[in-house]
Every structure is written in structure tokens, then in C-alpha cells.
């Protein structure tokens, strides 16, 4: 198993007994992301969505990891499909985004609240890669504040039928079905959550490739122009969308922070072994009390990152336990927020860090760090940027009569 990866779980075996079950599937982890590995980079060089990557990651079982058993998932704890997603993290940011929305944004949706026949249609399928899933809640004027969102909805009989454009969708180009949220068109005060089947008329879909980074992940923009979907497509109760959001931006962003975990190992990683190679001024750069320095802040940086995100799946397991307890759910949400915002700050600090290691080689997709570096930006943005978090941080200090926005 990859050192680093392995020391994780030898320091997290302190806190948490690890059952058979759980080290086969973060061996498993450990396998799949040597397999992508080997893809990964050939595709990033290219600019080019990997698809190779799902079909090793269902390959290993990682695709179900947190589903239950019932629906073909190992049923496994938000603990350990962290971990997993930590190992893929440090391949970069690109793979670890469908992951995120495949696994931890829409299958955890669907499950926590799905219909049992939603369950049932789209859990097995996702878990073994037969469908991509797609979680579309960000517009072009709607991203920190997705209850301004303009996509609406009309119940028109047995149907709903949907109009606007969702913006900058991971897996939305490619996405089979998508989680579409839309605001009634005669209740302005209502979202509601409904399954989109991508093959139906009047959906358009642009791939967006002008991207900073990510470029092995599909970003996409989604038009819908009068889409009718049967009211079986309702996900949650109609009019509680911002319920079903919500839920899921927990899960999303504890995805999110795990990568990032992965994101300060790999440039850990890299950065030690550029040390520990490269001579100039005629010894190893290693031995240079700088980059001594850089490679010091980026270590410290991964044992400040790691335990707030493993505080945080610890805690959102206790939540899943009792969903409606509101003491639950308010403790959930900021430890969350908590490790979304230390571990994506830290990334992206890391790999800019080593990029300095590497020198004039590291502003280069072609070195390891060049990926880390590219992809970590765009953590400190999606599933609640830096100063939306920093919002929820504060409220919890300061108390509720100081909640922003109110």
C-alpha cells in the first residue's frame, strides 16, 4: 500500500478499530488509484475527459462504498469512503470530481431521499458504472446563493416541466440522468428536486473545456427547453428542494475536503522525491534549509487537513444514524464546513508549495505537481466557496443572532 496512504490508516487505527472489511476495500482503494494512475496522466496531457477511470474504480467496488447492501453498495461508513477518496485525491482534483458527484452528491441523495423505486432504478446502476450520475443545482447567476436560482418548474398533470440552464455541472455532459433543481413557476417560494433523464427532449448539453484544471473531469452546461418528466422524477417532498440541497452539499463537501487530503499527500510525495533527486549548487536541493522549509509547511499542512475531515465523517455517521435531530445535523454541517475549508485552503497551499520544489520543471503538466497545482484551485470554489464557509464558521462562534444574510 502507498506510504503515505498506509500511514493514515496506522494513525486513524488509534481512534477508529478497523474491521476486514473496511482495510480490503481501502486496499482496494490503494489498488485502483495505481490502475488510474497510469490512464490519468495520458488524458490530462490531452485535455480530454478520462473515462477509463470509472471502469476501474467500479473494477475495485469503490463506486458503492457508503451505499447499503441492499442496493449492491458494501454499506461501508462515511469514514471509509473518505479514506478511499483520499487515495484517488492524490492523483489530483479531475477523477476525484466524478467520484464526488457520482458517489457522495447524487447515489447518497438518491438514498437518503429517493423513493424506494428510485433507489432501486439508479443505486445499482450508478454503483457499477451502467449510468453517470449529474447533481445540478449552480446556474450562471446562481452559485453561493442557489435559492436565487431562475431554472423553474410547471406541474402540468401527471408531469413536470422544466426550463432554465444549469452551469458548470461536473459530469454534465456525460451525465445519463441529473438531479435538476427547479423553482415553481407559481410559487416562487418552492424548489423542489426532480430526475432528469438526460435522452429527453429539450435537453442541450455543452461540454466547457476553458477550464483551469480538472481537465480529465466532464464540466458541463445543461439548457432545458420545456423538458417533461413524470412526477416519479420528484426526489424528496415537492417544495423541500433546498432540504435535498442542503443534505447533499454536506456530502459533496466532505468529498470534496477528503481530495484535498489526497491533493497534500501526492505533493508531499512529489516534493520529497524531487529533494531527494535534484542536485544543485553542487549538492541534493534537499539539503538546502528553503526547501527543507517548504517541505516541512507541506507535511504540517496534511496533519492539521486530515483529522478535521475525519472528525467530520465521524460525525456525519452520527447524524445518518438520527437525519432529523436538528443538534445532529447543526454539529454535522459545521464540522463540515470546518474541514472543507482548512483542507481545501491547505491543498491548494501544498501544491503551489510544490511547485516551488520542483522549480521551472513544476509549471509543467508534465511534472506530478503540475495537476495538484491546477486542480487544487478550484476546491476553494465548489460545494461552498472559502467565504461561505467562513459565514458558517463565524455564525457558530458568534451565535445566531449574528447569522449572515438574515
Not at 344 to 363: I, K
Not at 376 to 382: A, D, F, L
Request: aromatic content about 8%.
Amino acid at each position: 500500500m502507498e506510504e503515505i496512504f498506509a500511514k493514515s490508516i496506522e494513525d486513524l487505527g488509534h481512534v477508529h478499530k478497523f474491521t476486514e472489511k473496511e482495510l480490503s476495500i481501502l486496499e482496494n482503494a490503494d489498488k485502483a488509484a495505481e490502475e488510474i494512475a497510469e490512464t490519468e496522466f495520458e488524458h490530462y496531457i490531452k485535455h480530454e475527459v478520462n473515462l477509463d477511470a470509472p471502469k476501474t474504480a467500479k473494477k475495485y467496488g469503490l463506486l458503492g462504498i457508503p451505499i447499503k447492501e441492499e442496493y449492491g453498495g458494501s454499506g461501508s461508513t462515511h469514514l471509509i469512503a473518505v479514506l478511499a477518496k483520499e487515495r484517488l485525491g492524490q492523483l489530483g482534483m479531475s477523477f476525484s470530481s466524478f467520484y464526488n458527484v457520482q458517489v457522495f452528491l447524487a447515489s447518497l441523495t438518491i438514498q437518503r431521499w429517493g423513493t424506494e423505486e428510485q433507489k432501486k432504478k439508479y443505486l445499482n446502476k450508478a454503483l457499477n458504472n451502467d449510468i453517470v450520475l449529474a447533481f445540478g443545482l449552480t446556474e450562471p447567476e446562481a452559485g453561493s446563493d442557489p435559492a436565487s436560482m431562475k431554472t423553474t418548474y410547471a406541474k402540468e398533470g401527471s408531469e413536470y416541466v422544466l426550463n432554465g440552464t444549469k452551469y458548470l455541472i461536473t459530469n454534465g455532459s456525460i451525465a445519463d440522468h441529473i438531479i435538476i433543481f427547479a423553482r415553481n413557476s407559481e410559487n416562487q417560494k418552492q424548489i423542489s428536486a426532480i430526475m432528469v433523464d438526460t435522452k429527453s427532449k429539450g435537453v442541450n448539453r455543452m461540454q466547457l473545456k476553458e477550464k483551469i484544471g480538472l481537465f480529465t473531469s466532464d464540466t458541463g452546461m445543461i439548457e432545458l427547453e420545456n423538458v417533461r418528466v413524470p412526477d416519479s422524477g420528484l426526489v424528496g417532498e415537492e417544495g423541500k428542494g433546498m432540504h435535498v440541497a442542503y443534505s447533499a452539499l454536506l456530502n459533496g463537501r466532505l468529498g470534496v475536503a477528503s481530495g484535498c487530503i489526497g491533493v497534500i499527500e501526492g505533493s508531499l510525495k512529489a516534493a520529497v522525491s524531487r529533494a531527494q533527486e535534484r542536485v544543485q549548487h553542487g549538492k541534493l536541493i534537499g539539503k538546502h534549509q528553503l526547501i527543507q522549509r517548504h517541505i516541512a509547511e507541506i507535511r504540517e499542512n496534511l496533519e492539521m487537513a486530515r483529522w478535521p475531515v475525519y472528525m467530520a465523517a465521524m460525525q456525519r455517521a452520527e447524524y445518518e444514524k438520527d437525519p432529523n435531530n436538528k443538534a445532529l445535523i447543526e454539529e454535522a454541517e459545521l464540522r463540515t464546513a470546518l474541514a472543507k475549508k482548512i483542507a481545501s485552503r491547505l491543498a491548494f497551499e501544498s501544491a503551489d508549495r510544490a511547485v516551488q520544489v520542483y522549480g521551472g520543471f513544476g509549471y509543467s503538466l508534465l511534472a506530478p505537481v503540475g495537476a495538484l497545482f491546477c486542480d487544487s484551485r478550484v476546491s476553494r470554489i465548489y460545494e461552498g466557496t472559502d467565504e461561505i464557509l467562513e459565514l458558517k464558521i463565524a455564525e457558530e462562534v458568534l451565535g445566531k443572532d449574528f447569522e449572515a444574510f438574515s
